[in-house]
């Protein structure tokens, strides 16, 4: 019971982490995918994923959850689409390898893994509206990758630190 409720508290996080929103274009600068990093080392690929599952389900059926207060199928099967389902995939992936083994390294290649499922999937479908691959990666990717690494670290010591402090109660 304390996991589902910690997966709905990582899931109103990932939600308020997409109210913050800064439009660069057909993707924008949200803090989503700092909480998706999150979510999945705190909870584990289980309820990680869940909470990010969760969170779509709530778009998907019209909850305006998304990034710039968006909500509804369309936005699942637009432009953005792909990351949105990146972000269920790579939380998994995520937290099934951060729940192998707790280290900043460890934590640091399950998520740079993890953002590159994200990613690759949220460029692949953005290819499909703007018809050229490298626009898709320049609009899609290069804007953001360092932006993301650097919430990759930052959820990595946020985490470790929250599970040591949840192993010291």
């Known amino acids: 019971m304390r996991q589902l409720i910690k997966a709905g508290i990582f899931t109103a996080l990932i939600v308020v982490g997409a109210w913050i929103s800064i439009p660069l274009g ?3 600068f949200t803090l ?3 909480f998706v990093f999150l979510s999945a080392y705190v909870l584990g690929k289980k309820y990680g994923t869940l909470a990010v599952a969760t969170y779509v389900l709530l778009g998907a059926m019209g909850l305006p959850v998304f990034a710039n207060f968006k909500g509804g199928a369309q936005v699942l099967v637009g432009p953005t689409g792909g990351y949105l389902f990146g972000f269920i995939l790579g939380a998994f992936v ?3 390898l951060a729940e192998k ?3 900043f ?3 640091l290649a399950s998520g740079v ?7 690759a999937l949220g460029v692949f479908v953005l290819n499909f509206y703007v018809h050229d691959i490298r626009k898709a990666i320049s609009v899609g990717f290069v804007p953001f990758v360092w932006f993301d690494l650097i919430k990759l670290v930052v ?3 946020i985490a470790l630190r ?3 402090l949840e192993v010291e109660r």
Do not use: N
Not at 113 to 119: D, E, N, R, V
């Open 26 to 28: 057909p993707v924008p």
């Open 32 to 34: 989503q995918v700092f």
């Open 94 to 96: 995520i937290g099934l």
């Open 101 to 103: 083994k707790e280290s």
């Open 105 to 107: 390294a460890w934590y």
């Open 113 to 119: 893994a993890g953002l590159g499922i994200i990613y």
């Open 155 to 157: 959820a990595a010591l």
């Open 162 to 164: 929250l599970k040591k």
